[in-house]
């Protein structure tokens, strides 16, 4: 059995190699323990990432054992819905609306969705300038993720976390996620 051992802080920060690593470890294992025992924290883009990894996990019947995850994380949804959705086998796209104050996550499925313009009005109190470019960034990734990796689906995160907004889109298509 082979192991996964989760950075200290997972998620924005984290090398891209070895994002790469990990997603190649979950698709090649049988059997695949997570170690959580160095995380220290979850960024928003770790969120988005745990959504593709688990449907990774799905496609390639890896089953997955956490190890040291801490009471700090148990509680957040999408830990939960990573390990629930791995453990069962059984992938569904729309357990991973994940909607609060400061914080968005959602997945859709092979078009261009326009959601988020509700959602960012509904969740952050950006101002007009900031509205308008988290809006078109997230129009042009979304469009991108659609119309040129080939994926049926993807991933859309924004949140603001020590006064900076943290964006971006995740897609299961033709290159890495």
């Not at 449907?55 to 040291?68: L, M």
């Not at 569904?92 to 326009?114: C, P």
Request: include cysteine.
């Amino acid at each position: 059995m082979s192991t996964l051992l989760i950075s200290k802080v997972f998620g924005d920060s984290t090398k891209l190699s070895q994002l790469v690593t990990y997603q190649q470890l979950i698709k090649t294992s049988k059997k695949l323990n997570i170690n959580w025992k160095k995380t220290a924290d979850l960024q928003p883009a770790g969120c988005a990432i745990l959504a593709c990894y688990a449907e990774i996990a799905i496609e390639s019947k890896c089953k997955i054992k956490s190890v040291g995850l801490k009471k700090l994380f148990k509680n957040k949804k999408y830990v939960e819905t990573f390990l629930s959705q791995v453990k069962e086998g059984k992938f569904d796209l729309s357990q991973w609306e994940m909607l609060k104050d400061n914080f968005i996550l959602f997945g859709a499925r092979g078009k261009i969705v326009t959601i988020f313009h509700d959602y960012l009005d509904q969740y952050f109190s950006l101002k007009d300038d900031d509205n308008y470019n988290v809006r078109l960034i997230l129009s042009e990734l979304i469009s991108n993720a659609v119309d040129h990796s080939g994926a049926d689906r993807y991933f859309v995160y924004v949140a603001i976390e020590d006064s900076e907004i943290h964006l971006g889109v995740l897609d299961m298509g033709v290159s890495i996620p």
